[in-house]
């Protein structure tokens, strides 16, 4: 996602600059970030390969949100305010993204904890796996504990490895909901872009002129 996001970067870059257009980039960065989540939602377990191709559709989305905020967040800002605003807007993502990781991080572990001991099941029983075995059977997958395995009655290789593609499975399922729970989030992003005001352009003439031209000032005006 790192390396989508670097090579995306230079290429919004030119885009923006050359159309002088904010908006629809922003809007298609959303867009382009709710297309991601929703194929990482859509792997599963047996899914090879594609993730990979979903991981860079999602930073090539999240590249265009992160440069593009923070580029209209200073353009909508006046000159003197640029750096206020922009610390605001650095602190405000980095709160943002220590309450995500918290409410992520709980929603995880709530479906994890639900999810793998029920897709081991599904996974064991038809093998004929009895189930009065299961109370000691999955907290031993979990922690792989070869040891404790081998004293539980009716586990074979084969039920070992249906278990094992139990986890694996009940991971997926549980990172399908963390990824579709963000997807409200970018879907109200999008739609609240579509309502920003027609940008105002900084050009190099306005801001570095001025700026040259106050500086010559200073040193051609006589010390009194």
Request: glycine share 8%; with cysteine.
């Amino acid at each position: 996602m790192f390396i989508s996001k670097s090579k995306n970067a230079d290429t919004l870059n030119s885009f923006c600059t050359r159309y002088r257009a904010l908006k629809v980039p922003l809007v298609a960065g959303f867009l382009l970030y709710v297309v991601g989540l929703c194929a990482m939602a859509s792997a599963t377990a047996s899914t090879k390969g594609l993730p990979v191709f979903y991981v860079c559709i999602l930073g090539s989305g999240f590249a265009a949100i992160l440069l593009i905020v923070v580029t209209i967040a200073q353009l909508a800002t006046p000159p003197e305010l640029i750096g206020t605003a922009s610390s605001i807007l650095v602190s405000t993502r980095a709160i943002g993204a220590s309450m995500a990781t918290a409410f992520l991080g709980a929603i995880l572990s709530a479906c994890t904890t639900k999810k793998i001991p029920a897709a081991i099941i599904v996974a064991v029983l038809p093998l004929g796996f009895p189930p009065s075995s299961l109370p000691a059977f999955i907290p031993a997958v979990l922690a792989q504990n070869k040891a404790a395995l081998g004293k539980i009655p009716g586990v074979t290789p084969a039920v070992i490895g249906a278990a094992v593609g139990g986890v694996h499975e009940g991971l997926a399922q549980s990172f399908r909901v963390l990824w579709l729970s963000v997807v409200p989030f970018a879907v109200v992003g999008a739609v609240v872009t579509c309502f920003l005001q027609k940008e105002v352009t900084m050009t190099s003439h306005v801001d570095v002129s001025f700026a040259l031209t106050s500086s010559l000032n200073s040193l051609l005006t006589p010390n009194s």
